[in-house]
Nanobody, 133 residues
Framework: VQLVESGGGVVQSGGSLRLSCAAA??????????MAWSRQASGKEREIVAA????????YYADLVKGRFNVSRDDAENTMYLQMNNLEPEDTALYSC?????????????????????????WGPGAQVTVSS
């Protein structure tokens, strides 16, 4: 599975961006997988900022982005989005998306949500978001 992110760019503090995550090749049905967005700032470790269960009923947001970021999806387009509002310079990072390939299949068949964050991988190449002050 190879996912590709788009929609990154340079914005001023307080601005908004919407990132998209789509499969680079056919055969991946987004709605059957738990999905996540992460970011990695220069010199820092990757951190998951948002996650969405296969059904869309369970959503996770990191405290730093809660109330500002919103994850959504378009099943018809097989695409996941990250709407980022009120951006701050501290949000500057490379943003990537990934599926959970380890537990999504069983959860989807059994109709289960996730409690703890699954092991999301592989991460896409990312979209750079730069927020200027």
């Amino acid at each position: 599975v190879q996912l590709v992110e788009s929609g990154g760019g340079v914005v001023q503090s307080g601005g908004s961006l919407r990132l998209s995550c789509a499969a680079a090749t056919s055969g991946f049905t987004r709605k059957q997988f738990h999905m996540a967005w992460s970011r990695q700032a220069s010199g820092k470790e990757r951190e998951i900022v948002a996650a969405n269960s296969w059904s869309g009923e369970t959503t996770y947001y990191a405290d730093l982005v809660k109330g500002r970021f919103n994850v959504s999806r378009d099943d018809a387009e097989n695409t996941m989005y990250l709407q980022m509002n009120n951006l701050e310079p501290e949000d500057t990072a490379l943003y990537s998306c990934a599926p959970d390939l380890s537990s999504s299949a069983i959860d989807y068949i059994c109709g289960r949500e996730f409690d703890d964050l699954p092991d999301f991988a592989p991460w896409g190449p990312g979209a750079q978001v730069t927020v200027s002050s």
